[in-house]
């Protein structure tokens, strides 16, 4: 069975840097697309970008492009999302969500990382 | 990448049924068989309820189906249950060199 396991919630100042993480387990990785959504209070899910595990190809929305980094290490299954300066339009939780090669759906999903962001 | 668009909210009584629309355009629904539908209950992570437009995976009751006309998909529930509850989300891939987009979102109700 795959496990995504994400950091835990986190209260951050504006300016501040962040990294999050996203830990897969249950399954060989190496064939796995990690994917990071958003969703801002009260609103829908928004997606911010993938990544594959195994060579770290990234692809971002483009409204996230230039304003995060999703990066990987495929040595502990792990994805991260960080920020290097917060905005308080980032208070959101974020989830990650993990699909096979070949598939474009997915079907297995972190608990979820709520991020604060407040002076 | 707009949103898909999809209606706020969508309600019906136990036992009936209620479908839920996804318009896109020719670059999304209509370019690829890959639209998937989550449902989303507060305090929870998504779960996946249908993928390749009409598959479902295992667990998911059969009263849970989807289908696609041209740059509309559509996702019905069947035999409404109180645990129906949630908000239901499409979601179609973008091609190779892009990501997913997610729809607005649909509120379900279950009067």
């Known amino acids: 069975e795959v496990q995504l396991v994400q950091s835990g919630a986190e209260a951050k100042k504006p300016g501040e840097s962040l990294k999050i993480s996203c830990k897969g387990s249950g399954y060989k990785f190496t064939s796995y697309w990690i994917g990071w959504v958003r969703q801002m209070p009260g609103k829908g899910l928004e997606w911010m970008g993938i990544i594959h595990l195994f060579d770290s190809q990234t692809k971002y929305s483009s409204s996230s492009q230039g304003q995060v980094i999703i990066s990987a290490d495929k040595s502990t299954a792990t994805a991260y999302l960080q920020w290097n300066s917060l905005k308080a339009s980032d208070t959101a939780m974020y989830y990650c969500?993990?699909?096979?090669?070949?598939?474009?759906?997915?079907?297995?999903w972190g608990q979820g990382t709520l991020v604060t962001v407040s002076s | 990448q707009s949103a898909l668009t999809q209606p706020r909210s969508v309600s019906g009584s136990p036992g009936q049924s209620v479908t839920i629309s996804c318009t896109g355009t020719s670059r999304d629904v209509g370019a690829y068989n890959f639209v998937s539908w989550y449902q989303h209950r507060a305090g929870g992570a998504p779960k996946l309820l249908i993928y390749a437009v009409t598959e479902r995976p295992s667990g998911v009751p059969d009263r849970f189906s989807g289908s696609k006309s041209g740059n509309t998909a559509s996702l019905t529930i069947s035999g409404l249950q109180a645990e129906d509850e949630a908000d239901y989300y499409c979601c179609s891939f973008l091609g190779s060199f892009a990501t997913y987009v997610f729809g607005d979102g649909t509120e379900v109700t279950v009067l």
């Open positions: 969500a993990a699909t096979r090669d070949g598939d474009f759906a997915w079907p297995d």
